[in-house]
């Protein structure tokens, strides 16, 4: 054979060999770098997410116990050798690509410029690493081939195959009955066949057996494509593909297509429907297509969404979406435009803007508006059962903080989605300046508040006109009313004492029939004491209120024990207001007088110790009373100011009694300390818990009114106490009596406390009952209270569908493909919230109307019964009625890589829907989906 070669290229090849003798295991070649390196991207590795893409899950690379049952490993074999001197001033040369050898032998062609490597065989290049058997490296063609179980790790991915044919000046290499893997939407994709790809993995052709990102040996299921294109952060596309659940296929797809692209993308939206929806169950099943339109994004910064909703013999929606950023004047906003039409002719057009803006460190503004012209279409088309009992709500504010204080400026608005009526208030304004000093012993903190109330469509009393031809005609009428309200607060603190002034305003004005019932003198006869019952209809009304009250509360006196308060005020001569303008006054203000009232507050405070009970060391018992005692003379009130506020019929009262009350309030509080650790001399691990907190509500007696004939001195006729405890997280226990049976103020009425009101409202979880546990010592570990003792369960948001938000123009659904499912959570999550109003039982014989008795049960729950199941129910039974008035139930099953989901709602208004979905996880586009929803005729 004729060399080819220079000797100089002979004896180079020769120094390789010796320098491969005497390093063992280990060859380095070089030659000129053509082209700079390119930087290279891993398959494999996560990609850096985007700090604006929250919508999309990194991936992860491939476990190594999952690479170990799908036999892909996850690292070399081989390693080379530690270099020495000579080695590492070959590896320095600048301007070389470097080429790694290891194997049990090696041949060199100087002629065909080969290198052939014989066992164990593995090479290096530019960060990509083969080992094989059998590796071959021809210099002159650019080409490496191996055989025998050859394996590639390049740039963290790792292919497997029978052969391996790699191009290293195009950077491309071909794979026989090879295996491999790559990223796409948090998964990791297994692809089995033949297959092309990138030094830069950039891209991967493939003629695909198998694609799937099950983990096992066996995949539970898998596509089958004839060509597969992959493009690393761009779009994986399949075609023709076939699905196999294990060796059976279940369906032929024409094409696969996922973009894989982070961030906003412009695209055509993807249509909800089921599978009922393509072939009815009934001729009466009623079609639904949601989610018609396209998606357009131009930039970061603005986005737009048009969709179309079609509901069969129901209604038809379209609406228009958009969100939008500046981010170099920190404002950020969604807007959004719907319009339904039902097949009544009904139409309802819904506004919804939410704005957010930072002007500078002291100046923000928050919109949040929602406006609909008719409601009524919401509550008679919803399943949802919030919507059917929510308030459409907006709601505008502007805060600045000043140097000298703080302005608040804000507007809201409410509707509700029964009957349409509603409430707002544009504006309020409240001003709060910065205490002023005027020195260590003077400080003037006032507050200014304006506030402008208006209530539209209120429903009105029933007016039942009757005419001479004893017709009845019934009328059903609203209302408005509006109510402008200023009210300013002056203290002043001088030293000790602390003077209180406050000045308030009101001017009211309504619209709509009213009626009223009253008693008249009978002109017709001379019996004065005669009367006739006459039935006053009239339109609206208006009036003014305007008030102002002052007092000196002294210095406390016995600070650290009885906390004594002497207290010295002005207040009206009657109740109400101090001035008052009203039809009855011709449109003109009267007033009344004042009168001097005196009071004196007594706060102590006592403890009480207890021994400890398991991990408590000690308990203490804690009592605050309150007692107040209120003295004002008698005052005499003017007949033009008793006139304006006495009701048509009524007496008038010309005299305003003296008056001495008392008032006791009571709180209650026991908390237990736990015991000190052994060796703890810092009491630092001590924690208290509050065992039970009891707030009792005031009872107050006049001893003025007792010795009124026919009159006793109570206040009040009802009693309530509220319970805490940290014990059981989120416990709020409010319960109320009624103490007397007739009139509490009558000396006929006789004590008989009866239960008239319960509200309750606790959650239990898993760590309930441990902290319980520990706490009285049938279980170890550490006491855990209060927020840290309970996980809280998954919030439901109040937002209604279609209201628009931040960051996401995806609609509300049913469900989703992708829930929040952990897998193994086995903890349970409860919250219960009861509410209960009785009325004491009337009497035989009485004339009195007997109030139904309410009661109420709320209970949501979550829990996982086994590893693979969870289970989230919601429900709202009504307990007087003995009826559930609210339903939504979750069943959710994780089979490995599909997952199955049943829901059920059923709403106030009777409207249901039932719903079944399987869904691939990893690809959420290949799903079952059944739905079906029945809606009640409530036009």
């Known amino acids: ?200 993995t950039k891209r991967i052709y ?67 429907f089921g599978f009922n929806d393509i072939v009815r169950p009934s001729r009466t099943y009623n079609r639904t297509i949601k989610n018609i339109g396209y998606y357009w994004a131009p930039n970061e910064y603005v986005d737009l969404l048009a969709r179309f909703d079609w509901f069969s013999n129901r209604y038809i929606e379209f609406g228009v979406e958009g969100q939008y950023r500046w981010i170099d004047r920190f404002m950020r906003g969604a807007i959004s435009f719907s319009r339904s039409k039902e097949v009544g ?42 919507l059917t009992t929510q308030q459409i709500r907006s709601s505008a504010n502007l805060s600045k903080q000043f140097k000298w204080g703080n302005l608040t400026l804000g507007a809201t608005r409410s509707q509700n989605v029964n009957d349409g009526s509603g409430t707002q208030t544009i504006p309020s304004l409240s001003l709060s300046p910065k205490p002023i000093d005027f020195g260590p012993n003077v400080t003037w903190s006032p507050d200014l508040s304006i506030t402008n109330d208006l209530a539209f469509k209120q429903p009105g009393q029933l007016i039942v006109p009757r005419g001479l031809n004893g017709k009845v005609d019934t009328l059903k009428i609203t209302g408005a009313s509006r109510s402008s309200r200023f009210s300013m607060n002056t203290p002043l603190r001088i030293g000790g004492f602390q003077w209180t002034n406050s000045v308030s305003l009101i001017d009211a004005d309504s619209t709509g029939l009213r009626e009223d019932v009253v008693k008249l003198p009978n002109d017709a006869t001379a019996d004065p004491t005669d009367s006739i019952t006459v039935r006053r209809v009239r339109s609206g009304g208006f009036g003014s209120e305007f008030d102002w009250n002052t007092g000196i509360n002294l210095p406390i006196l ?34 009344q007088g004042k009168r001097l009232q005196f009071g004196l507050s007594v706060s102590p405070t006592f403890y009480g110790f207890f021994g400890g009970i398991g991990p408590l060391a000690r308990i203490r018992h804690t009592i605050q009373p309150s007692l107040t005692y209120a003295y004002s003379p008698e005052a005499a009130v003017p007949i033009e100011f008793a006139r304006a506020i006495t009701p048509i019929g009524a007496p008038l009262v010309l005299k305003s009694n003296p008056s001495q009350t008392l008032n006791l309030s009571l709180s209650q509080n026991f908390e237990g ?37 026919g009159k006793t001195g109570w206040g009040s006729g009802t009693l309530s106490n509220s319970l805490l405890s940290d014990l059981v ?98 903890g349970f999550n409860a919250s219960v919230n009861l509410t209960l109003a009785r009325t004491r039982p009337v009497a035989a014989g009485q004339t009195i109307t007997q109030i139904p008795n309410r009661s109420n049960i709320q209970f949501n729950t979550s829990f996982a019964p086994t590893q693979f199941w969870q289970v989230a129910w919601n429900t709202q039974y009504d307990a007087t009625n003995k009826k559930f008035e609210a339903q939504q139930l979750n069943l959710t099953r994780d089979l490995h890589d599909w997952r199955a989901t049943f829901s059920f709602l059923r709403s106030p208004n009777g409207n249901f829907s039932f719903s079944f979905l399987v869904t691939l996880i990893d690809l959420p586009a290949i799903k079952f989906d059944y739905r079906q929803s029945t809606i009640q005729n409530q036009r």
């Open 206 to 272: 493939a003629s695909a057996r198998e694609v799937t990102s099950c983990d096992l040996p066996e995949s539970h299921y898998h596509f089958t494509a004839k060509e597969l294109k992959w493009v690393n952060g761009s779009t994986m596309v399949a075609r023709p593909a076939t699905l196999y659940i294990r060796d059976v296929p279940i369906a032929w797809i024409p094409f696969l297509f996922q973009d894989t692209k982070r961030g906003r993308r412009s695209g055509i939206l993807i249509p909800e």
């Open 1 to 200: 054979m004729t060399a080819a070669r220079p000797i100089a290229s002979v004896a180079a090849l020769t120094i390789l060999l010796l320098v491969a003798a005497f390093l063992p295991g280990k060859a380095v070649a070089q030659r000129p770098r053509p082209t700079p390196p390119r930087p290279t991207q891993s398959i494999g590795q996560p990609q850096r997410a985007s700090p604006n893409d929250t919508l999309r899950k990194t991936p992860t690379p491939l476990d190594t116990a999952s690479a170990r049952r799908l036999g892909i490993p996850t690292q070399p074999k081989q390693s080379f050798a530690p270099t020495d001197s000579v080695v590492d001033d070959l590896l320095d040369l600048e301007g070389y690509d470097i080429t790694r050898y290891r194997s049990d032998s090696a041949q060199v062609f100087a002629t065909d410029r080969q290198v052939k490597l014989q066992g164990n065989a593995m090479t290096e290049r530019s960060g990509s690493t083969l080992e094989a058997q059998q590796i071959i490296y021809k210099e002159g063609d650019c080409r490496f081939d191996a055989q025998g179980e050859p394996h590639l790790f390049q740039n963290g991915t790792v292919v497997v195959g029978r052969t391996v044919n790699y191009n290293t000046c195009l950077d491309r290499g071909l794979v026989q009955d090879g295996r491999t893997t790559f990223p796409q939407q948090g998964a990791n994709w297994v692809i089995n066949g033949n297959m092309a790809m990138d030094s830069s």
């Open 345 to 386: 002719g009904a139409t309802n057009s819904r506004i919804v803007w939410n704005h957010s803006q930072t002007f500078d460190v002291t100046t923000r503004l928050n919109v949040a508006l929602d406006y609909s012209t008719n409601s009524s279409i919401i509550r008679r088309n919803s399943i949802d059962p919030r």
């Open 673 to 709: 300390k736990t015991r000190r650790p052994a060796g703890d001399t810092t009491d630092l691990q001590v924690k208290k818990i509050r065992l039970l907190s009891i707030t009792t509500s005031g009872l107050s007696y006049d001893l003025e009114k007792a010795k009124l004939p």
């Open 558 to 591: 016995f600070r650290t024990s009885w906390k004594v308060t002497p207290s010295v005020g002005i207040t009206n001569t009657t109740g109400g207001p101090f001035a008052v303008r009203n039809e009855r006054t011709d449109g003109q203000f009267v007033r």
């Open 729 to 826: 997280p989120g416990l709020n226990l409010a319960i109320t009596h009624d103490l007397f049976a007739g009139q509490f103020d009558s000396d006929t009425a006789k004590f008989s406390p009866f239960l008239s009101g319960v509200t309750a409202s606790f959650q239990l979880n898993s760590g309930t009952f441990k902290s319980l546990g520990r706490l009285f010592g049938l279980s170890s570990g550490p006491v855990k209270t209060g927020p840290q003792a309970t996980v809280s369960g998954a919030q439901q948001s109040n937002q209604m569908p279609g209201a628009g938000g931040f960051d996401d123009m995806r609609r509300g659904t049913s469900f989703t493909s992708n829930q929040n499912f952990s897998r193994g959570q086995k």
